[in-house]
């Protein structure tokens, strides 16, 4: 678009590109406060974008999570109400997989005051917080858990000294691999690792067990048969019917000491807590806006009465009112864009870092990317809005007159 | 030293005069009214040099402004380069003061900001047009005030006298019918002073039409004519050959 100077009669002109330029001088004049301006609305950009893309990788991998998890329950036994422990029966596991909907059962049984050791040589009070736990074939199954070394027990290795280690208490006894035959010092006895499981996510204490057989429990240390938990899933729409009759069926005597649990509620409780937390994060990231906004109304208001001089110099040039206006609402926007950009950038870095920090999938939703740079550019026209229509309305000879 | 370059006549103009004020008055409203201009006629011709001189509160600047269409006379006529300028809209006037007056200011008014050439060519900014060829146009105006080894300073780094050489050239840059000049040189020494006038009266020499504002009786004495003025009415019009 090049045209020499126009010789017409018609008004004063101005190409965007040189209002661009115009309104991009008080920046560069005043590079300082420019900078603060930009920085109260990035931060509250910032804030924003951070939030919703937190809360959406995050809620990803809960939701994700909660459905894995939709139809598992636990049933353990709970103290009576005098504070008595009681124990499950050892019918337990055949009573609760009679149970039309439930489609798996594993029963596990806690071997208190026995540790896994590394070597016979190791001292005893460094147990490295390893439980050993018997269970039977059916757990990877019910828990979905995976091998990710070697095999999980099966009825031949029940009755056998063998071992499947967690995948954290692997990690602490320093066994990455199964190449060559590894045995452990389990209650004095030398047990053989045949399997080193993945970690289980859905029931996380599991990957600090090791696991044998009930057999060898019974056999090695004298294990009653009464499980210390049992572990079930359901047809998904059965659930809560499932957890109905699962105390009398587990204990028919006494079915109020058997505690039935489903491992969703946390979760549940989870997504709720954040959502709560997303509500008062966005309305800081909101406030924070405002008063980034309000920063750059207050930065463009001074501006506007700093620069008295320079606007009656330019109507004096050929300014018109609306060259004047624009010229600082362009100004006040481009503080904004500056700041929405940079908001979004800084928002958008902290969800990544946090995701992959959190191992979930980084999700941030469009919505909070374009409207990350939309409110700024809203709050940057309308904090400019004022400020400008005053410099406008400056009467050119009272601008020339304040010196 | 001012280098040779096409004098500014403006083609389009008819031999008619560059500025015509009839019976301009400028009231404030007050109680009762401020009368700053009472009745003022004057018709100013291309290539003159015009000194309007009169002591403070006497009028002057309001009648530069009225001139300048800073500001619409309450009653009367303004016609600049014989466009009556009472009827047109705020962007009308705004082109006309791009394209057909140039300001000097006594405080120079230059943007810290932006070097004398980007300065000089912002006096083209609200005609339009490529920047390529404002600052081209720019040069030559920087050129003909002697301030070429100048163009990338900023105005910090000049003195006064150069800060307002570079103002006069913003106002020529354009070619305008008429250059304003207000108190130009009411801030500088009078040595600076009256090497800034005897430029004024080099590019009037070459065509351009000037009119300039003072309280400066030696100054005043030093222009073509002479137009006093005196509460708001013009008490003398004398000329002399220059």
Do not use: C
Request: hydrophobic letters at 45%.
């Amino acid at each position: 678009m090049i045209r020499g100077p126009a010789r017409d009669g018609s008004g004063s002109r101005l190409s965007r590109r040189d209002l661009l330029r115009v309104g991009s001088l008080g920046l560069r004049n005043r590079r300082l406060r420019a900078s603060l301006s930009v920085l109260g609305i990035s931060i509250g950009i910032a804030a924003i974008v951070g939030v919703l893309g937190i809360s959406q990788s995050s809620k990803s991998g809960l939701l994700n999570e909660l459905g894995r998890l939709g139809n598992l329950l636990t049933v353990g036994p709970s103290s009576t109400a005098f504070g008595q422990p009681t124990e499950l029966p050892t019918t337990a596991e055949g009573m609760a997989s009679r149970v039309g909907p439930v489609t798996n059962v594993t029963e596990i049984g806690a071997i208190s005051n026995i540790y896994v050791y590394r070597s016979s040589l190791v001292p005893a009070n460094d147990t490295l917080g390893i439980s050993l736990t018997a269970t039977d074939a059916t757990f990877p199954a019910t828990l979905g858990a995976s091998v990710a070394h070697g095999t999980f027990l099966n009825a031949a290795t029940a009755r056998y000294p063998a071992v499947v280690l967690g995948a954290e208490a692997a990690s602490l006894l320093g066994i990455n691999n199964l190449t060559n035959p590894t045995q452990v010092w389990i209650g004095g006895h030398w047990f053989t690792v045949v399997g080193i499981l993945n970690p289980v996510q859905l029931v996380s204490q599991m990957d600090s067990m090791a696991f044998i057989g009930f057999p060898i429990a019974e056999h090695d240390f004298g294990f009653d048969g009464h499980p210390t938990g049992l572990y079930l899933r359901s047809v998904p729409s059965q659930v809560n019917e499932v957890a109905a009759v699962l105390p009398p069926t587990v204990n028919p005597a006494n079915p109020s000491v058997v505690a039935v649990n489903f491992p969703s509620d946390i979760l549940k409780a989870e997504l709720v807590t954040k959502g709560a937390y997303n509500g008062l994060l966005l309305g800081l990231g909101a406030i924070a806006l405002l008063v980034g906004g309000v920063g750059i109304a207050n930065v463009m208001v001074i501006s506007v009465l700093e620069r008295r001089s320079e606007i009656g110099l330019r109507r004096a040039l050929g300014a018109s009112r609306r060259h004047v206006a624009q010229q600082f609402l362009v100004e006040a926007l481009l503080l904004s864009v500056v700041g929405g950009v940079a908001g979004t950038v800084i928002g958008a870095l902290a969800t990544v870092v946090y995701a992959i920090s959190q191992h979930q999938l980084v999700q941030i939703p469009d919505l909070a990317l374009y409207g990350g740079v939309g409110a700024a550019l809203a709050t940057g026209a309308i904090a400019g809005l004022y400020p400008s229509m005053r410099a406008a309305r400056l009467s050119p000879t009272e601008a020339l007159r304040a010196v | 030293m001012i280098v040779a370059v096409p004098a500014p006549v403006d083609e389009a103009a008819p031999p008619a005069p560059v500025l015509e004020l009839i019976d301009v008055v400028k009231e404030y409203p007050g109680d009762p009214p401020v009368v700053a201009l009472g009745s003022v006629s004057l018709r100013i011709d291309q290539g003159e040099l015009v000194a309007i001189v009169g002591p403070s509160g006497s009028g002057k600047s309001t009648l530069l402004h009225v001139i300048g269409t800073l500001e619409r006379p309450t009653r009367g006529v303004v016609r600049v380069a014989g466009e009556d300028t009472s009827t047109m809209s705020d962007t009308q006037l705004s082109g006309l003061r791009a394209r057909r007056l140039g300001f000097v200011f006594q405080q120079f008014f230059l943007l810290d900001g932006l070097s004398v050439l980007d300065n000089v060519a912002d006096g083209l900014l609200y005609r339009g047009g490529h920047i390529a060829e404002r600052r081209r146009l720019a040069e030559a105006a920087i050129e003909r005030v002697g301030l070429d080894h100048r163009v990338d300073h900023r105005p910090n780094q000049l003195s006064g006298g150069e800060q307002q050489r570079t103002a006069i050239a913003r106002a020529l840059a354009g070619r305008p019918a008429l250059v304003m000049a207000d108190e130009p040189t009411g801030n500088l020494d009078s040595a600076t002073g009256a090497s800034l006038l005897e430029l004024l009266r080099e590019l009037h020499r070459e065509g351009t039409t000037i009119v300039l504002i003072t309280h400066d009786l030696d100054v005043a004495a030093a222009m073509q004519r002479r137009v006093e003025i005196r509460d708001g009415r013009i008490v003398g019009d004398t000329r002399t050959g220059s």
